[in-house]
């Protein structure tokens, strides 16, 4: 069994529900110590949602050195019907040639990777020119408030400089390294709420149904295009999540529907474009409304340089795989990241089974993801010597 795999085990039997890390990150953090890491643990909550952070810094004796932080979550989502699994979700289990278990893909295999690769680094390069960083949190599958987030914001305070980031995040399709994301779209959510007047149903004439009002206003809205996207996001796309009216009888007009929404948006379009863009189409629709918004993230984007074209030359040497710059999916960690570090990247192992029953890996995917991660600490170290040689 490769260390690797031997360390992914060993995180997926910690039953890490969010915001849980039942000492995931202090079995790192006993991996990084004896290499020189300083690692600090940062706790962030309510008592009754306290949240595990971990941030362990090596920092360089080398001038002009630059800094690589390696960042993913600890925590994952619930199971589901444990009856539907064929083994245990905690108990690591080889079936097929793959590793089963909750967090398999998403995303302690990642983990286990990171550190193995830069233990086997640090081995070959005892003094490198780089810092390199663990920035590691329990609130990735929650609501993201008391995580990465706050972590950012105290090293900020501290002026600490991030010059590359690789998330951990499941980005791959079929075999590890053949996609890779260099930024995600932003989130925007809405909270609808159309007013009319309850009444008998067999006398509309005195009510006002307010579904009847909205009908046309909410095809206006699914029909409407955004923005055409560009070179590396797709557009801007708008989708009804829930849609709740009604009193529970079948003959009562309800006084109001509530419409659940979300954007998926580009750099195209901005925050304040499409919230204004819905407000007119429901007040050119005559509607008596009140409307929510939640912003979750802004769209991020690493423009092609040191970090991707590292990132490429390590899969293309280590899986024999051109990999494909992509920005699909959902929103993660790399949003808060993005903001002080400038160039950050998720790579991670195949991601067609996370958040599933039955969630796993192919073993085959594992060691290769490390060598990947330690080919990019080599060349992003050989970057640095030769630029200050």
Not at 40 to 63: C, D, H, M, Y
Not at 94 to 117: F, N, W
Not at 161 to 190: F, H, Q
Not at 265 to 288: A, W
Request: with cysteine; proline share 6%; net charge negative.
């Amino acid at each position: 069994m490769s260390r690797t795999l031997q360390l992914a085990e060993q995180l997926i039997a910690r039953a890490s529900l969010t915001p849980l890390d039942l000492g995931c990150q202090d079995l790192m953090a006993q991996r990084l110590k004896p290499l020189g890491f300083e690692c600090e643990t940062i706790v962030s909550g309510p008592e009754s949602f306290k949240v595990t952070n971990l941030w362990a810094l090596r920092k360089s004796t080398q001038a002009h050195s630059r800094t690589l932080v390696w960042a993913g979550h600890t925590d994952v989502v619930p199971t589901g019907p444990m009856e539907r699994w064929s083994s245990d979700p905690f108990t690591p289990t080889h079936r097929d040639g793959r590793l089963y278990g909750r967090g398999a893909s998403d995303m302690k295999t990642s983990l286990a990777a990171m550190v193995v690769a830069t233990e086997d680094f640090l081995m070959v390069n005892p003094d490198p020119h780089l810092n390199i960083a663990f920035l590691i949190t329990s609130d990735e599958e929650g609501p993201a408030l008391d995580g990465t987030v706050v972590v950012c914001e105290k090293l900020r305070a501290r002026h600490q400089t991030l010059d590359w980031c690789i998330v951990g995040e499941p980005t791959s399709i079929n075999a590890t390294g053949d996609m890779i994301k260099n930024g995600r779209r932003g989130t925007l959510s809405g909270k609808l709420v159309v007013q009319g007047i309850q009444g008998h149903i067999a006398y509309p004439q005195l009510a006002r149904n307010p579904i009847h009002q909205l009908a046309p206003a909410l095809a206006e809205l699914v029909a409407m295009k955004w923005d055409d996207g560009n070179a590396f996001f797709p557009p801007t796309s708008w989708q009804v999540s829930n849609i709740h009216a009604g009193t529970g009888a079948s003959n009562v007009i309800p006084a109001d529907v509530v419409v659940d929404f979300n954007f998926r948006f580009c750099t195209e379009s901005s925050v304040e474009s499409l919230q204004e863009r819905v407000t007119q189409v429901l007040d050119r629709h005559g509607l008596t409304f009140q409307l929510q918004w939640t912003l979750g993230g802004m769209p991020f984007l690493t423009q092609p340089g040191e970090l991707s074209q590292a990132v490429q030359a390590s899969i293309l040497a280590h899986a024999g795989l051109q990999t494909e710059l992509s920005t699909t999916g959902g929103t993660s960690d790399g949003r808060f990241i993005a903001k002080f570090c400038p160039q950050v990247i998720e790579l991670g192992p195949p991601n067609a089974t996370i958040h599933q029953v039955n969630e796993n890996v192919r073993i085959q995917d594992i060691e290769p993801l490390k060598n990947i991660y330690q080919g990019v600490l080599e060349r992003l170290n050989q970057l640095v010597a030769m630029k200050h040689s």
